[in-house]
Each structure stands twice: as structure tokens, then as C-alpha cells.
């Protein structure tokens, strides 16, 4: 059972030491919509960290397809951007039934 825990705080030791980012999810929408000038909402939000640094991935739909927007989690700046071959859902649909969670059907 010690061993266990210590294993379980080496893992979090880890994980925190990796930095946790300064921009919320909401300022990094913002940062891809006002770099990319798509009003929409984002569809999908991710964070990952690469090489030790936090960064946010946006889903942006343009039109009929998503547009990636990567944002630095330290600073808020635009790392740059990647058309996706994804169909964009569109508000519509969300509207409707948001993707994977039949709330109304349990």
C-alpha cells in the first residue's frame, strides 16, 4: 500500500511539474476567433502539453469544414493553424443533441 502511494505522488509530482497554463479555455477561443476572424463558437477544445509547454487546440468551424487553431497556454499567442478534413457540426445540430450525450434519452 506504500508503494502505491508513493507511485500515486510521483505521478502528480510529474504532472504538476509540467506547469499548468495561464489562459483559461475561454481566452484561448478568443485568441483562435479574433487571430482566425470566425465568430462561431469553437466545436471542440483540447489541451495538450508539448515539449513541457501547455497548448490549447480550437475546433473553429469555417463555412462547411473545422479550421485548428493552436494557442500557447503560458501566453495566449497563436501558434498557427491546420484545416481539418472533419465536417463541422454546426449550431444547428448542437441545438438538437449535443454529439455522444443523449441527455434527453436517459
Do not use: H, N
Not at 7 to 25: I, T
Not at 33 to 44: G, H, K, N
Not at 60 to 78: C, E
Request: charged content about 20%; overall charge positive.
Amino acid at each position: 500500500m506504500r508503494k502505491a502511494f508513493l507511485l500515486g505522488m510521483l505521478v502528480w509530482g510529474l504532472a504538476l511539474a509540467q506547469g499548468l497554463p495561464r489562459v483559461g479555455f475561454m481566452e484561448a477561443v478568443r485568441a483562435a476567433q479574433a487571430w482566425s476572424r470566425i465568430p462561431t463558437p469553437a466545436e471542440e477544445i483540447s489541451l495538450s502539453w508539448c515539449q513541457g509547454q501547455p497548448r490549447y487546440a480550437v475546433d473553429l468551424a469555417k463555412g462547411r469544414r473545422l479550421l485548428q487553431v493552436y494557442v500557447d497556454g503560458m501566453t495566449g499567442r497563436v501558434l498557427g493553424a491546420k484545416p481539418l478534413r472533419e465536417r463541422a457540426l454546426g449550431a444547428r445540430a448542437w441545438l438538437r443533441e449535443p454529439p455522444g450525450a443523449p441527455l434527453g434519452r436517459w
